[in-house]
């Protein structure tokens, strides 16, 4: 099984920081990588698809990069919607998820 | 717009059954593939299932093969997730999630708001 690592678990930031949150891959997945967004009481929200697809309707602060076992989730001016918890996601291989990364205010 | 709404879930005790369904709307239910996926409560996400969008095709995790089986009615635009032999690591809101593609791809663009599967005695 393919294990998925986010760090940091947790991240304090304020409005209009630039936030980055790391996704690694116990093995190569090329580029089959997403992004979601949850909100407490929420379903996911996809946001990036291919590690660097954005999801249409998803707002352009939101980026990601990276190929193999090394990606990222950039949010470039944090706004106060995005407070929430961001999880990654391999589908190279069936599914599996990182643990997830809260995104709580400073 | 794309809609998936569960229904089905309780409170079961450790060795019953249940079954959740989720009703579809909004897309061509019959041309994409479905998925469940559940969340353990205050824990991460896990997928459980896939079924191709013509049914022909079907995939758990480890963890509930030979316990769950997902199925899905064209006809009526639902998908179903039969649960016996339920234990109480089992307990998760579980959600319903259509697929980018027809095979499954096991990208989720679309999700109901789950539906609170609690097993206990």
């Known amino acids: 099984d393919i294990q998925m690592t986010q760090s940091p678990s947790t991240l304090s930031a304020s409005v209009g920081d630039r936030v980055t949150i790391t996704c690694r891959a116990s093995q190569s997945i090329s580029s089959w990588l997403a992004w979601y967004q949850q909100k407490p009481g929420k379903a996911p929200n996809l946001l990036v698809y291919k590690a660097s697809s954005l999801e249409s309707g998803v707002p352009s602060r939101f980026s990601g990069s990276g190929s193999g076992t090394e990606f990222t989730l950039t949010i470039s001016s944090l706004q106060p919607d995005d407070f929430a918890t961001y999880y990654c996601?391999?589908?190279?291989?069936?599914?599996?998820f990182g643990q997830g990364t809260k995104v709580e205010i400073k | 717009q794309v809609q998936l709404v569960e229904s089905g879930g309780g409170v079961v005790q450790p060795g019953r059954s249940l079954r959740l369904s989720c009703a579809a709307s909004?897309?061509?239910?019959?041309?994409?593939?479905m998925h469940w996926v559940r969340q353990a409560p205050g824990k991460g996400l896990e997928w459980v299932a896939l079924i191709s969008y013509d049914g022909n095709n079907k995939y758990h995790t480890d963890s509930v093969k030979g316990r769950f089986t997902i199925s899905r009615d064209n006809s009526k635009n639902t998908l179903y997730l039969q649960m016996n032999s339920l234990r109480a690591e089992d307990t998760a809101v579980y959600y319903c999630?259509?697929?980018?593609?027809?095979?499954?791809?096991?990208?989720?663009?679309?999700w109901g708001q789950g539906t609170l599967v609690t097993v206990s005695s």
């Open positions: 996601q391999q589908y190279y291989s069936y599914s599996t």
């Open positions: 999630a259509k697929d980018r593609s027809s095979g499954g791809s096991y990208l989720f663009d679309y």
């Open positions: 909004g897309f061509t239910f019959s041309s994409y593939g």
